[in-house]
């Protein structure tokens, strides 16, 4: 976890770069968007597992389309 991380003295590349990425504010923003995104994505999931009619199923994948907000993330 980060508090591993950040705990460690290391001063290895590998360390010092996975610090930097945990410290990074950005990486909570993106979390958070992916999550938004992927829960409506598995309640439909759940949704589409029952035995609806084609048009219905498409309905809902087509909203499901329009609900997600895709952001850019910084690279």
Not at 18 to 46: C, F, M, Q, R, W
Request: aromatic fraction near 2%.
């Amino acid at each position: 976890s980060g508090n591993i991380l950040k705990n460690l003295n290391e001063e290895t590349p590998t360390v010092v770069e996975a610090k930097k990425i945990i410290n990074d504010e950005l990486i909570y923003e993106e979390l958070s968007i992916i999550n938004h995104n992927l829960n409506p994505i598995t309640e439909v999931i759940t949704v589409l597992d029952r035995r609806l009619p084609l048009l219905v199923r498409l309905t809902i994948v087509d909203h499901l389309r329009v609900d997600i907000k895709l952001e850019p993330f910084k690279t």
